[in-house]
């Protein structure tokens, strides 16, 4: 089974690529829904952070209160680094568990689709660095149209991220998403034929 890992900045589109490869017959596992099955209600990840930040951060229904959390770690580097050592070992494992159900089923591709994954040096997970890209000021756009937030929130939520330009040096294939969903499909079908169907 070839793992392809699938990148990029917020708002540039990984998803949309992740289904049109879905449509071309891959496995797509998603680590931000991997993340929210990590810290599930009942999962020893989300016992870990509730015992680490305390009540303050569950719902009443038990579940992890995101925006709490969020605002927790925003601005404090030392409680986002603790957090981050309970959720990235939890992350990885169901990953791992994921990939190793696809290729029990029979999968010959699987996209792993994980805005960090060159960051939290994941790329050990995977054969070949997709990344999605845009061009800047399309990825602004985007993101507050998206996010329904103001250009300055969107622009210092992009300047917290790695740089695209930066991304792209690690990608084997680089999907330009700035036009339209046709020329996109066409880079993800021509990226296909050339990688994976050979």
């Not at 496995?27 to 990840?45: K, N, S």
């Not at 601005?75 to 070992?89: M, S, T, V």
């Not at 990344?131 to 996010?147: G, N, S, W, Y």
């Not at 300047?159 to 880079?187: C, H, W, Y």
Request: negative net charge; proline residues 3%; charged residues 25%.
């Amino acid at each position: 089974m070839k793992i392809i890992g699938l990148t990029g900045g917020i708002a540039t589109g990984k998803s949309t690529v992740a289904s049109l490869l879905a449509e071309l017959g891959a496995v797509v596992i998603d680590a931000d829904q991997l993340a929210r099955d990590a810290v599930a209600p009942g999962t020893p990840a989300l016992g870990r952070i509730s015992d680490l930040f305390g009540q303050v951060v569950l719902n009443a229904d038990g579940s992890l209160n995101r925006q709490t959390m969020r605002e927790l770690v925003f601005n404090d580097a030392g409680k986002r680094q603790q957090l981050e050592a309970i959720l990235h070992p939890a992350i990885k494992d169901l990953a791992l568990e994921r990939l190793a159900q696809a290729r029990q089923a029979g999968a010959a591709v699987a996209v792993y689709m994980a805005p960090l994954l060159i960051e939290v040096n994941a790329t050990d997970r995977v054969d070949e660095i997709w990344v999605v890209t845009v061009r800047p000021e399309i990825q602004l756009e985007r993101l507050t149209a998206r996010d329904n937030c103001s250009r300055e929130a969107a622009r210092r939520i992009i300047a917290a991220q790695m740089p695209l330009a930066e991304k792209e040096q690690f990608g084997v294939v680089v999907i330009d998403n700035s036009e339209n969903l046709d020329m996109t499909r066409q880079q993800v079908v021509t990226a296909w034929q050339q990688r994976i169907a050979v």
